[in-house]
């Protein structure tokens, strides 16, 4: 594994970590502010995983589809029954049981530990993929290490516990990638890319885009348009 791959694994995990911070140096951001950053994040990352991630993949793998799917049902499962009680921004539910913000942490890992292979498998599929990857990833990282943070602030946890938590998170991205790196063979290259982008997808069409649309402003649509822009800018 290349320095750069494991710098981009580094920042990644770190991005958990900050968006935690941010949720403890201010409880209460504007959801505003929040909604237009998930926005921007979801419009990045679906033009990353579809214009670039599943195209790359089914040139590797015919049956590139089957993975794709794969990837983007066990998100679901990670995150809706592991974790039932999810959703990406603020948790204001206050005094929620200690079970949830457990629950939430383990579903929240399990994603972490693909969004690390993903890192990996699309850098040493391509610099620029690699690239492109990696932003997507810090971008959504950020809102997810938030999340978790608000979860366990409203299930009783403290700052401390918050803080702990996401970086378990951050660890996960870490320990995926290190672990795929080592193991990986030529021939994972293809399922992986394809796993990596489902996964992908599910984040941005499921979790961020209904976050998104909860509140009908001209602002959020845009800002998705926006990270698709980006996308392109980068391409």
Request: charged residues 10%; hydrophobic residues 55%.
């Amino acid at each position: 594994m290349s320095g750069q791959i494991l710098l981009f694994l580094i920042v990644a995990a770190i991005a958990d970590v900050v968006g935690a911070v941010l949720f403890l140096l201010r409880r209460r951001w504007d959801d505003e502010a929040l909604r237009v950053l998930v926005a921007t994040g979801a419009g990045f990352m679906l033009a990353v995983a579809l214009v670039e991630m599943m195209p790359e993949a089914l040139k590797q793998l015919p049956a590139a589809g089957v993975w794709v799917i794969g990837g983007f049902l066990l998100v679901h499962l990670a995150e809706h029954v592991l974790t039932p009680h999810f959703h990406y921004g603020h948790e204001t539910h206050a005094g929620l049981g200690a079970h949830v913000g457990v629950a939430a942490a383990l579903g929240l890992m399990v994603h972490s530990v693909i969004d690390g292979i993903a890192i990996v498998v699309a850098a040493q599929t391509s610099p620029h993929l690699g690239l492109l990857v990696f932003a997507a990833m810090v971008w959504h990282k950020i809102p997810g290490g938030l999340t978790l943070a608000s979860i366990v602030s409203a299930t009783g946890g403290t700052r401390r516990t918050a803080f702990a938590a996401a970086s378990l998170l951050g660890m996960a991205s870490l320990v995926g990638g290190v672990i795929y790196a080592t193991l990986q063979t030529d021939y994972w290259v293809g399922p992986a890319l394809a796993l990596s982008s489902g996964s992908l997808i599910y984040v941005a069409a499921t979790d961020l885009l209904p976050e998104v649309n909860k509140r009908r402003t001209v602002l959020a649509p845009l800002a998705v348009l926006f990270g698709a822009g980006v996308y392109y800018l980068a391409h």
